[in-house]
T-cell receptor, first 117, second 115 residues
Framework: AQKVTQAQTEISVVEKEDVTLDCVYE???????LFWYKQPPSGELVFLIR??????QNEISGRYSWNFQKSTSSFNFTITASQVVDSAVYFC??????????????FGSGTQLTVLP | GAGVSQSPRYKVAKRGQDVALRCDPI?????LFWYQQALGQGPEFLTY????????KSGLPSDRFFAERPEGSVSTLKIQRTQQEDSAVYLC?????????????FGEGSWLTVV
């Protein structure tokens, strides 16, 4: 079975601060995919990034960066110079390549990020 | 359409009433998923279709829940004899190939409240 843990339930920062959202996952599969989604108050889950288990390179996209470390089963997400529009719930999710339920995502419980002006 | 479209966006049902939630996936996407998201929680998998075939329904919480996708495009999630614990956001998602790593795109959800 797969499990994703987001230990931070809520985080508040002041605008322009950097913030890191933690994600720890559990799986016995050697091939898997990790995702981050953003959920604004409107409810739609907005895709941010996908990373496969064979690619441990960190990635940067504008103010967003991701740190994938297989040794600690972590896939952390950092927002640099946060903005009020970054306020949302952020979900980390895991998908494994296996038979049967090969396609489903297992989500963490989410981190509510509030960026104060 | 440009994104995954769900209707109704909001539904209030009396306990015991049947409800039907509709999902229109991104055009051409063969895979379609339904997730249930309780307040303050992450989404939980309900069921998965590849074209019209329902390949996985292991997440459906009871036999009151039924999903279909008869022509391989639009899908309907039906909940019979709704109970208060069915109150949640029901998210539909789609993706365009069979690779489990392919990106899954979500709709805005149908917010169901059972009173």
């Amino acid at each position: 079975a797969q499990k994703v843990t987001q230990a931070q339930t809520e985080i508040s920062v002041v605008e322009k601060e950097d913030v890191t959202l933690d994600c720890v996952y559990e799986t016995r599969d050697t091939t898997y995919y990790l995702f981050w989604y953003k959920q604004p108050p409107s409810g739609e889950l907005v895709f941010l990034i996908r990373r496969n288990s064979f690619d441990e390179q960190n990635e940067i996209s504008g103010r967003y960066s991701w740190n994938f470390q297989k040794s600690t089963s972590s896939f952390n997400f950092t927002i640099t110079a946060s903005q009020v529009v970054d306020s949302a719930v952020y979900f980390c999710a895991l998908s494994v390549l296996s038979s049967g339920s090969a396609r489903q995502l297992t989500f963490g419980s989410g981190t509510q990020l509030t960026v104060l002006p | 359409g440009a994104g995954v479209s769900q209707s109704p966006r909001y539904k209030v049902a009396k306990r015991g009433q049947d409800v039907a939630l509709r999902c229109d996936p991104i055009s051409g996407h063969v895979s379609l998923f339904w997730y249930q998201q309780a307040l303050g929680q992450g989404p939980e998998f309900l069921t998965y279709f590849q074209n019209e075939a329902q390949l996985d329904k292991s997440g459906l919480p009871s036999d009151r829940f039924f999903a279909e996708r008869p022509e391989g495009s639009v899908s309907t999630l039906k909940i019979q004899r709704t109970q208060q614990e069915d109150s949640a956001v029901y998210l539909c998602a789609s993706s365009n190939n069979r690779d489990s790593g392919n990106t899954i795109y979500f709709g805005e959800g149908s917010w169901l409240t059972v009173v």
